[in-house]
């Protein structure tokens, strides 16, 4: 291990857990919508509401630090998708336009007055259906990123990217069954890569590393 790699690794062991890094004001709730239990969470105040839709293998508290930023002039809803974060699972189905009707069920069991709308991901793919769908619901969105359900990547039946997958899925599994501390150096490796060699804050990379438990 070099001098670098042991620096970052003392950073992270000193980052806090999720529950010491979300603002005392902020509410979370569920609610029932499109057949499933929905969790989320909200800044709050008489503000224009602003929902937010994170990417596959994430949840509502990734936009930690955006939220944070965005408060001031916004009431910030974070949706957990189904089958991640405390939302309901997959039981019931998992695809683009399951996700587009959670979040029309989402905007009106909270009475959400055609919310503006940020999608990443996945979350860029179901409100770019939504917009198109029901564009009354919607006041204005933005989206990075957006996939096509029906034509996967033709590597992903490939070797290597199997014997990948499957590592990672063992590395996940591993993950659930460490302490805070621990969690916050195993996810350095898988991050790095990501971030451009410095370190996020601890309100954007400890909630990125908890998505994955």
């Known amino acids: 291990?070099?001098?670098?790699?042991?620096?970052?690794?003392?950073?992270v062991k000193n980052y806090r857990p999720i529950e010491q890094l979300i603002?005392?004001?902020?509410?979370?709730?569920?609610?029932?919508?499109?057949?499933?239990?929905?969790?989320?969470y909200r800044t709050g105040g008489e503000k224009p509401?602003?929902?937010?839709?994170?990417?596959?293998?994430?949840y509502g508290l990734t936009w930690l630090r955006v939220s944070k930023e965005l408060e001031r002039d916004y009431d910030i809803i974070m949706l957990d998708a189904r089958g991640h974060?405390?939302?309901?699972?997959?039981?019931?189905?998992?695809?683009?336009?399951?996700?587009?009707?959670?979040?029309?069920?989402?905007?009106?069991?909270?009475?959400?007055?055609?919310?503006?709308?940020?999608?990443?991901?996945?979350?860029?793919?179901?409100?770019?259906?939504?917009?198109?769908?029901?564009?009354?619901?919607?006041?204005?969105?933005?989206?990075?990123?957006?996939g096509d359900e029906n034509q996967p990547g033709v590597f992903a039946n490939s070797e290597g990217y199997l014997a990948w997958y499957n590592s990672w899925?063992?590395?996940?599994?591993?993950?659930?069954?460490?302490?805070?501390?621990?969690?916050?150096?195993s996810a350095l490796p898988q991050l790095l890569p990501t971030m451009g060699g410095s370190i996020w804050p601890e309100d954007e990379y400890v909630p990125v590393v908890e998505a994955y438990t």
């Open 85 to 146: 974060g405390r939302s309901d699972g997959i039981e019931g189905g998992f695809s683009n336009s399951l996700l587009v009707e959670d979040v029309v069920g989402v905007i009106h069991e909270l009475k959400l007055d055609r919310p503006r709308i940020i999608g990443l991901s996945q979350g860029g793919t179901t409100v770019l259906r939504l917009a198109a769908t029901y564009p009354e619901l919607v006041h204005s969105f933005i989206f990075e990123g957006w």
């Open 169 to 185: 899925l063992a590395w996940l599994e591993q993950l659930r069954t460490m302490s805070h501390e621990e969690r916050m150096v």
């Open 23 to 40: 603002p005392p004001h902020w509410s979370e709730g569920d609610i029932f919508a499109n057949s499933i239990r929905q969790h989320y």
């Open 49 to 58: 509401p602003l929902l937010l839709l994170h990417g596959f293998n994430e």
């Open 1 to 11: 291990m070099n001098e670098q790699q042991e620096h970052l690794q003392t950073i």
